[in-house]
């Protein structure tokens, strides 16, 4: 009866047009009232719980950080520094787009801003050359993910939040396997251009070791901002929440004095930030009380027992969670989903051994596989808007498939391999 009336209520409801963050409530408020016999009460108190937390305030302040540098134009000005590193390497600026995403993605926090920022330059530019255009945005779509994963990271960010793990560490966390993922794409590209080299238009103007220096030379400020944030956290000079205030202040003197910002783009940056921020929050406000209802049931503890008494095994469980990830991957954006799947699976995972750092970093990038899953597949959607349709979303999304599959390698070679994610923390704390 629990599970028909969970599940029953959450399809209609989402069914129904209604927005994510009120289906998951009033299915809370159904099974606290209902199930709890009548403590719908207890939600109050985990809302107030939630959006009293000093960790949770961060997520507003660095997605204005990452809006101000995505309006500030310079994503542009790192794209022109990276330029000529590549230049004579197969794949050249295919290469760059991926270096682009991950220096962006360290200082932005999100995939959308990041696969929007560095495509917007990227794409014109490459198009100009005589790149393939699918390889572009594949490589854009696959960049894009980074956002995600090297920190400061949203989903990590809100997943310590949710699951009061250590944000500090989590952040360091995810340094070596963004690089990891980094590493996969570039080698990737590598080997596909020296099959297809049609697909990367060999550079024909000279290149010099000075013009490679000079490059790197420029992206001094972004470098400072990333030290401003990262270096703040992990030396315990701030914590997460206010190493982000730092990087929204860093991010405005950079983006005044180096990039393109007026009052205008500011006042632009924050409203867009608080109107992502109040989509987010509403959905967490739906989740918190949905995770409270089934919290107070015991029903993370009798899933972990049917688990541990199943035939499957640790990792037989672990892979099950993995193909469910995938799955609705294709249905729910990637914020959503962890949100709205961390009251069962974190109680799950840790309750089999797994550790919770960890955790962070491997759901992390099963969000990031649902960001390039059609058909909600976000930064899809935003690579097909930034070629203003000239590349259709099932091209884009074909086009991405050798990065969904990488991505999953990542997990696979994280499974084997955990220290990859959790040296870094255990010699930075």
Known sequence: MFWTTLIGILVVTASSGVALGAALGLTGLVILEFFGNGSTYLAIDVIWNVFNSFTLSAVPMFILLGEILLRSGVSERAYTAFTPVFAKVPGGLLHSNIAVCTLFGAVSGSSLSTAAAVGSVAYPEMSKRGYDKEAVVGSLAGGGTLGLLIPPSLSLLIFGALTETSIGRLFVAGVIPGLLVSALFMAYIFF????????????????????????????????????????????????????????VVVAIIISFAWGELT???????????????????????????????????????????????????????????????????????????????????????TGLGFDPIWIGVIITVMIEIGQVTPPVGLNLTVLTGVTNNDVPLGRVAVATIPYWMLLLLSVAIMTIFPQIALFLPSIAF
Not at 193 to 215: D, F, H, M, N, Y
């Open 263 to 349: 009052l205008a783009k500011l006042a632009a940056a924050v409203l867009r930030s608080v109107l992502l921020f109040t989509s987010i929050g509403f959905i967490v406000l739906g989740a918190a009380i949905l995770s409270q209802s089934v919290s107070i049931l015991g029903v993370p503890q009798s899933i972990l027992e049917m688990a541990i008494n199943s035939n499957l095994g640790t990792y037989g469980i672990f892979a099950l969670i993995i193909l469910i990830y995938v799955l609705f991957g294709c249905i729910f954006d990637g914020l959503s989903l962890m949100i709205m799947t961390l009251p069962i699976v974190f109680p799950l995972l």
């Open 192 to 247: 596909l251009c020296l099959r297809r080299p049609q697909i990367a238009p060999r550079w024909k103007e000279s290149t010099s070791v000075w013009a490679v220096l000079r490059g790197m030379v420029q992206i001094w400020p972004i470098l400072l901002l990333i030290l401003s944030i990262m270096g703040s956290i992990m030396f315990g000079l701030a914590t997460p929440t206010e190493a982000a205030g730092v990087g």
